[in-house]
């Protein structure tokens, strides 16, 4: 990515605003997710608000002319346990980048900027689930494969 | 289990006097734990108790005369989403039940325990990360194999 490139593509944290730019659309590339009420994506954004540093979501916004989309997004939060000198572990959830800016490397930007958190918030690891598919970019990001995830659906 | 073992260990939340039951040693056996000092509890146990059901940790005490150790726990998170119309997920840690009193099924106890949490709280799913060698008694505990875990340390 050249520096013009870098100055397009930032890293910053969701604000509520970004619903009207495509938010809610780019995590429709990632999974099941209905179009929000305006009313409850300001209720969910103000209830992770409360978490603090705790869960942070973060997102690149397109900053050219005819774009100012969001185009890419994650998000993290930090588990508090006893074990490990009752230590901190980082979450990273609902990595997606927009179909249209793939191989920018803004994924690992995302991974980057979570990871960065995690580890200023003290956790001594950062984990994330993902599919067989997913690992060589996660490697790629430094991440080693560890455990399986397991999973029971209620609806 | 019979209905006399049915009451020698029924699962309760954490209280801060398990720190003396044997709370601490029992995380040892799952994981690096080292000893930690009561105000070093305390605070830990007060941060996570902030979130109030978003976050439990849970136990087994073993009511018998001799004994009254904690011998098994695990704890969950509830993670708030945008997707899945604005969803949450329950997330499964650190289950461990005491080397002594394998068997008797506590680890499904706990596992159920949590799940009963998760769905209550109105998650639309619970999820955890386990080793290959513990899949068989998650998927006795109605959980399926979906993605792999990915880690990256910090220290």
Redesign the interface.
Same mark, same amino acid.
């Given at each position: 990515m050249d520096s013009v490139e870098e100055d397009i593509y930032q890293v910053r944290k969701l604000e509520i605003s970004d619903k009207n730019k495509g938010?809610?659309e780019l995590?429709q590339q990632?999974?099941?997710?209905?179009s929000?009420s305006d009313e409850?994506?300001q209720?969910?954004f103000q209830?992770?608000a409360k978490y603090g540093d705790d869960?942070i979501i973060c997102v690149i916004q397109e900053n050219h002319s005819n774009s100012g989309r969001i185009v890419a997004t994650g998000?993290l939060?930090i588990?508090?346990?006893?074990?490990?000198?009752?230590g901190k572990?980082g979450?990273i959830?609902?990595v997606v980048v927009d179909s249209s800016v793939r191989g920018k490397q803004l994924g690992k930007k995302i991974i980057e900027f979570l990871?960065d958190h995690?580890?200023a918030m003290g956790?001594?690891?950062?984990?994330?689930?993902?599919?067989?598919e997913n690992?060589p970019f996660?490697?790629k990001?430094? !991440?080693?494969?560890?455990?399986?995830?397991?999973?029971?659906? !209620?609806?």
């Open positions: 938010f809610i995590l990632l999974t099941l997710c209905d929000v409850a994506f209720e969910r209830e992770i869960h998000s939060f588990e508090k346990k006893f074990i490990r000198n009752c572990v979450h959830e609902d990871s995690a580890r956790c001594y690891k950062v984990i994330l689930d993902c599919s067989l690992r996660y490697e990001c430094g !991440f080693k494969q560890k455990e399986i995830q397991m999973v029971k659906y !209620f609806i």
